[in-house]
Antibody, heavy 123, light 107 residues
Framework: QVQLVQSGAEVKKPGASVKVSCKASGYTFTNHYMHWVRQAPGQGLEWMGIINSSGGATRNAQKFQGRITMTRDTSTSTVYMELSSLSSEDTAVYYC????????????????WGQGTLVTVSS | DIQMTQSPSSLSASAGDRVTIACRASDNIYTYLNWYQQKPGEAPKFLIYEASSLQSGVPSRFSGSGSGTDFTLTISSLQPEDFATYYCQQSRSPPYTFGQGTKVEIK
């Protein structure tokens, strides 16, 4: 079955960067795009961006332009999300989530999710 | 950005009740509307896609309807495991926004 396993919780100081990983298994990694979605404490869900797990092309929400970098390593079936210039407003649980559409299409739905990575930004 | 507004924000219901949650989009999203269930401390779970299609493995008591700007999620007979927060999400245009959530609590 599809499994997405994320890296552990992080505590960062304001201005720092954080890199979260998401290791996929149970399906052909390069066949599905991957999204990143975050959730601030007690708040709703926010889409951050998408990466082509095969070719590596990315697209992100305008809100994160210049601060987010998404990459992938096909040899380990892992995607990464790095967020820079952190502030307290970036304190959230960060999820990777698979796009269900196989191949080059993507439908911006999220059919399987990682367990989440809590990132706390505090001085 | 397309704004997604859910109503109510919370509701109390008993097991066996029929529950309906509404979701309204600020612009026409055709049927590019998806629903998720989230329990405390867990990742969201994919329930319904394209307004009315049930994701594989999701019980048939869940159903979705609507098009354009107005959508509903219905649980025909609430089960104890259904007490959770439900989110709608539009997949029509970026950023792919979510509603603020509807918390379904035990009466």
């Amino acid at each position: 079955q599809v499994q997405l396993v994320q890296s552990g919780a992080e505590v960062k100081k304001p201005g720092a960067s954080v890199k979260v990983s998401c290791k996929a298994s149970g399906y052909t990694f390069t066949n599905h795009y991957m999204h990143w979605v975050r959730q601030a404490p007690g708040q709703g869900l926010e889409w951050m961006g998408i990466i082509n797990s095969s070719g590596g092309a990315t697209r992100n929400a305008q809100k994160f332009q210049g601060r987010i970098t998404m990459t992938r390593d096909t040899s380990t079936s892992t995607v990464y999300m790095e967020l820079s210039s952190l502030s307290s407003e970036d304190t959230a649980v960060y999820y990777c989530a698979r796009d269900p559409s196989p191949g080059e299409s993507h439908v911006f739905q999220f059919d399987s999710w990682g367990q989440g990575t809590l990132v706390t930004v505090s001085s | 950005d397309i704004q997604m507004t859910q109503s109510p924000s919370s509701l109390s219901a008993s097991a066996g009740d029929r529950v309906t949650i509404a979701c309204r989009a600020s612009d026409n999203i055709y049927t590019y509307l998806n629903w998720y269930q989230q329990k405390p401390g867990e990742a969201p779970k994919f329930l319904i896609y394209e307004a009315s299609s049930l994701q594989s493995g999701v019980p048939s008591r869940f159903s979705g309807s609507g098009s354009g700007t107005d959508f509903t999620l219905t649980i025909s007979s609430l089960q104890p495991e259904d007490f959770a927060t439900y989110y709608c999400q539009q997949s029509r245009s970026p950023p792919y926004t979510f509603g603020q959530g509807t918390k379904v609590e035990i009466k």
